[in-house]
């Protein structure tokens, strides 16, 4: 898995305008279209304003969807932007994936997604959604209206599980937070 | 300028950029002696109207400071260092010590490096001003989005957008307060509040933030003949004109 870097730092320590949102947000997807996953980080970021923060999620959530096969994670976040972002999150109805201490854990969104990757994240790898579904002891359509909320801004990627013998059937991750280990600024 | 010029009482004070450009003057002479109270807001208007009028040609600036004391302290504090051929008519009294009133003294920002450096500057003198991660967290949002507002809506004011943020000595309030002399009559501020809540501009989410730091929060906003006002809840209503935006914020403390 190939995993980039976005630091958002250099767009300043203060993101405030949506036009400084939509130059990170081309950032973004650029890197995006090069690797499996990507982290964002926040590291040194004092402030982001919600209008910066929209436009970095409204274009995840376009680059994101459809088939998604890419993971995105948030780190960095000091307590301030963290509220900011759960603001944001809220509005749009959406939620993250936060990167906190090697720990991969959700920001925004409801308990179920939350319970929904702490238990994906348990797989330390590859999972399918049956596997998943018995591990939380919910039915599989329920399960997949949950991961298709986890895939709209990467929590969970999928990829097509092509040994599947009967229809199309799909491999799941989250984001592996060693991967991520050398990347994050200090 | 007289009596208590405090919060909205300010806004009456701004120097009309169309007046201003048509007037060819040498002098502009603040009287600014019988002011009884001042916060931000008042700071901010005065250093927008000074800037304007340099920006317009005039060539002195003539300051008479507020005879009480402690309103010359505060005053002082907040509008800072004036720009050289500014003078301060005092008769040989000295000026007042800065004191921890002024957060920020009102200060033209002309660009995102001005905004950035004033958020950093709340956060640098935060604590010897003994306040709290929670309100310097706040009073930065509000002048992240009274600077972006302004330097987007009012990108051709020539006195920038001017932010002031102070402690009231009497409530001990804190007030963050931002005027642009940029145009915007005609705005209707009813709208323009639903389309800010509506899209996540800065302005509409300031309660929302507040809310989440649990701190109770008062917003006023003035443009052309239009204000609002939020404690609990959006009040508008109609006012004489004032030039550009003004918006204060005060973050109410116990």
Not at chain 2, 182 to 208: F, V
């Given at each position: 898995m190939s995993v980039?870097?976005?630091?958002?730092?250099?767009f300043g320590r203060v993101l405030a305008t949506r036009e400084k949102g939509r130059n990170a947000a081309d950032l973004i997807q650029e890197a995006l279209e090069e690797s499996d996953g990507i982290v964002l980080s926040f590291v040194g970021v004092e402030v982001a304003s919600p209008s910066f923060l929209d436009e970095i999620l409204i274009r995840l959530r376009g680059a994101l969807s459809g088939e998604n096969s890419r993971v995105v994670v948030v780190t960095g976040l000091n307590g301030d932007v963290s509220e900011s972002l759960e603001l944001v999150l809220n509005h749009r109805k959406m939620a993250l994936a936060h990167l906190k201490k090697n720990r991969v854990e959700l920001i925004g969104g409801s308990e179920q997604l939350a319970e929904t990757l702490a238990a994906a994240n348990e797989f330390g790898g590859p999972f399918k959604a049956t596997e998943l579904a018995e591990r939380l002891k919910v039915k599989l359509p329920n399960l997949h209206q949950r991961l298709k909320s986890l895939g709209e801004t990467g929590i969970v990627a999928r990829t097509v599980d092509s040994t599947a013998k009967k229809g199309r059937r799909f491999d799941y991750r989250t984001f592996d937070a060693s991967k991520a280990k050398n990347l994050i600024p200090s | 300028m007289a009596g208590d010029v405090r919060g909205r009482l300010a806004f009456g004070h701004l120097v009309d950029p169309k007046r201003a450009a048509g007037e060819d003057r040498d002098l502009l002479a603040i009287f600014a002696n019988t002011i009884t109270a001042a916060d931000a807001l008042t700071a901010a208007v005065l250093r927008a109207s000074i800037e304007e009028c340099l920006a317009n040609g005039t060539k002195k600036v003539d300051y008479m400071p507020p005879i009480d004391p402690k309103v010359d302290q505060t005053l002082e504090n907040l509008l800072g260092p004036l720009p050289e051929i500014c003078s301060s008519i005092r008769d040989g009294k000295p000026a007042p010590h800065r004191d921890r009133h002024a957060i920020i003294p009102a200060t033209a920002i002309r660009d995102e490096e001005g905004l950035e450096l004033t958020a950093l500057a709340i956060k640098a003198i935060a604590g010897h001003l003994r306040l709290s991660q929670r309100e310097w967290e706040m009073a930065i949002a509000a002048a992240v989005a009274f600077g972006t507002n302004g330097l987007i809506h009012a990108s051709h004011s020539t006195c920038g957008?001017?932010?002031?943020?102070?402690?009231?000595?009497?409530?001990?309030?804190?007030?963050?307060?931002?005027?642009?002399?940029?145009?915007?009559?005609?705005?209707?501020?009813?709208?323009?509040?639903?389309?800010?809540?509506?899209?996540?501009?800065?302005?509409?989410?300031?309660?929302?933030?507040?809310?989440?730091?649990?701190?109770?929060?008062?917003?006023?906003?003035?443009?052309?003949?239009?204000?609002?006002?939020?404690?609990?809840?959006?009040?508008?209503?109609?006012?004489?004109?004032?030039?550009?935006?003004?918006?204060?914020?005060?973050?109410?403390?116990?």
């Open positions: 980039r870097l976005v630091d958002l730092r250099e | 957008v001017v932010i002031c943020a102070g402690i009231e000595p009497r409530s001990s309030a804190i007030v963050v307060a931002a005027a642009d002399l940029g145009g915007g009559s005609g705005i209707n501020l009813r709208d323009a509040i639903e389309r800010s809540r509506t899209k996540l501009g800065g302005l509409a989410q300031l309660p929302l933030i507040a809310e989440r730091k649990e701190l109770h929060i008062a917003l006023h906003l003035a443009v052309g003949t239009e204000e609002a006002n939020l404690r609990n809840r959006w009040q508008y209503e109609a006012r004489s004109n004032v030039p550009g935006w003004c918006a204060s914020m005060e973050i109410l403390r116990t």
